[in-house]
């Protein structure tokens, strides 16, 4: 591991800062390497309100969006809520289609199978709402590529309305509205918003003309938390608001789908955290496994005890996907090990018989073993489908347009994208990128970082300091929960690998002459105890643990050496 310290900050802005909120220059030096410089911003930051959501309005299209709609409402037309399979596209279809069934009943959903369609509006959906005298289509967090589909759909007779977030191409579909605000031409003034995020602001500008304030909203924040946290978008800005204001809806009164999933895993209250790795993946599996239908029905059910069922359900197909992710990606590392693939650039594994469910988990599984931009393929009907994974720094997005001519379609992110290809250009696909990222890459960005926030001394660590740091929460990127370093500490001489197979480290930190002991646990770090002998340094995180009644602070190691 590479640790990293942040670049140090104006110190007057600091001094400045730390003096206007009582707090420690540590903490101020912090918040103002998140560009939180003031006493205005920290006020923001620390207090998010819904004065801080902006005006939909403000979004490219949105007057023709909501003209549209209410068009097809007062026409009585026949309107199809159309999104991806994954978290964000099926909470952005139960947010959008819950909301138009206030004030509509010609509403209904539809969600592309992963397997037979694929990712995106798909030729097969748009028959669908031909067959069912749909004349207009609402797409969430897809729909931004989609030049044919569009105009298929224009030939039927079949509007499109595109809520993206996707990076725009040059050219762009022909749809009565597309809301995006990554569009160079939007003026919007947040353009990390999630598919669910884009969707949110559709609602809230459609309930202007109904006199609805953004308070009437509060109860679709659940949703809209649930995605940003899945999608991994900048934690910042209008995300940072909507996803600390849909959390306390999570956590006080949460609709009955999040209700039933939080009652089997019997968890008083959930953090970001949380959401990210219990709530997410388990919507997420009903598209993986199934068919994302079950998600938006668990995530729109009025009844509480039919909600527990679906539920029960996902919680099966979770348990399921578990078992597959780790098979697959136990095949693909020793894929890896037999085609002597090892010391490469990138890691690209292909299999017919790999569940395309869940290759884009076992992408991220690999990056653990192999860190470096990895491609996991497996068949999908005449094609092959792959999930891309990259490491920090390197924009996996760039690189596949690079090897655009052995492509037959992409979408994605820097960090994340999904494409098709020809059985027969799998293998000089595979060269091609290799080659691209060999000589593209940082060499220095192969070997993961940790950057280090502001290197401490353990007796700075009190119970205000940690506070103020939870306050920080909900953490995601661009704020990210702080990385402290502290140099030449010991073990009291009780630390001890745990675990069932020993892989964790349970330390009792001292440093110099304070006499307390500073609780740390460091998970995956048991091969490390060997460090712990002598005089070794830290880089951590803080968190709180409860054991037997008693909650205090804990140090969770990130690395030591």
């Not at 959906?125 to 931004?144: Q, Y």
């Not at 994605?412 to 027969?424: D, R």
Request: proline fraction near 4%; glycine fraction near 6%.
């Amino acid at each position: 591991m590479r640790w990293k310290p942040k670049e140090k900050p104006n110190q007057e802005i600091v001094n400045s800062l730390a003096k206007e909120l009582a707090i420690d220059k540590t903490l101020a030096s912090i918040l103002v390497q998140r560009n939180i410089d003031t006493f205005k911003k920290a006020k923001q930051f620390f207090r998010p309100s819904l004065d801080d959501i902006h005006d939909p309005f403000l979004m490219k299209d949105m007057k023709v969006a909501v003209k549209r709609i209410e068009a097809a409402i007062a026409n009585k037309e026949n309107i199809l809520v159309y999104g991806d399979y994954d978290v964000d596209g099926t909470t952005a279809v139960s947010l959008v289609s819950s909301y138009l069934k206030t004030i509509s009943s010609t509403i209904a959903t539809y969600i592309p199978d992963r397997y037979e369609e694929g990712y995106g509006i798909s030729y097969q959906g748009i028959d669908f709402a031909e067959d069912n005298n749909f004349s207009l289509i609402i797409a969430l967090d897809c729909g931004i590529k989609a030049i044919d589909k569009v105009t298929y759909a224009k030939e039927k007779k079949i509007d499109f309305i595109i809520c993206d977030h996707h990076k725009p191409g040059k050219e762009i579909p022909k749809a009565v509205a597309i809301l995006n605000p990554k569009q160079i031409d939007c003026t919007y003034p947040f353009d990390e918003l999630c598919g669910c995020g884009v969707g949110f602001k559709l609602i809230q500008a459609l309930g202007v003309s109904r006199n609805e304030t953004i308070k009437d909203f509060i109860p679709y924040l659940d949703l809209v938390a649930t995605a940003i946290a899945a999608d991994i978008v900048p934690m910042v800005g209008e995300n940072r608001t909507l996803a600390f204001l849909g959390l306390q809806v999570i956590n006080q009164n949460p609709r009955n789908g999040f209700k039933a999933i939080i009652h089997q895993i019997k968890k008083p209250e959930l953090t970001i955290t949380d959401v990210v790795f219990i709530i997410a993946p388990r919507i997420n599996a009903a598209g993986r496994m199934k068919h994302g239908n079950y998600a938006v029905e668990l995530l729109t059910e009025m009844d509480f005890d039919t909600a527990k069922e679906f539920a029960s359900a996902i919680e099966k197909f979770n348990s399921d996907r578990k078992d597959l992710d780790k098979k697959i990606t136990q095949e693909a590392l020793i894929q890896i090990e037999e085609n002597n693939e090892k010391e490469k650039f990138t890691s690209v594994v292909f299999d017919e018989n790999w569940h395309k469910g869940v290759i884009g988990i076992v992408a991220s599984r690999l990056i653990e073993t192999y860190y470096r931009p990895t491609l996991v393929f497996t068949k999908s009907g005449d094609k092959l489908a792959a999930s891309a994974r990259s490491v920090k720094g390197f924009d996996v997005y760039d690189a596949l347009e690079q090897c655009s001519e052995f492509i037959e379609q992409f979408g994605g992110h820097k960090y994340a994208a999904g494409l098709t290809l020809l059985p027969e250009n799998y293998i000089n696909f595979k060269n091609k990128f290799e080659e691209v990222v060999s000589k593209t890459i940082d060499k220095e960005l192969l070997t993961p970082e940790i950057a280090v926030d502001a290197e401490i001394d353990l007796s700075e660590i009190t119970p205000k300091f940690f506070r103020i740091i939870q306050q920080m929460a909900p953490f995601g990127p661009q704020n990210m929960k702080p990385v402290f370093s502290t140099f030449s500490v010991r073990d009291n001489g009780f630390g001890k690998q745990v675990g069932e197979d020993k892989s964790h480290l349970k330390l009792n930190l001292i440093q110099g002459s304070d006499k307390k002991t500073y609780n740390a646990i460091g998970f995956g770090l048991g091969k490390k105890m060997n460090v712990v002998n002598e005089r070794f340094d830290i880089a951590y995180n803080l968190d709180d643990n409860t054991w037997n009644g008693i909650t205090s602070i804990q140090l969770v190691l990130k690395d030591i050496k």
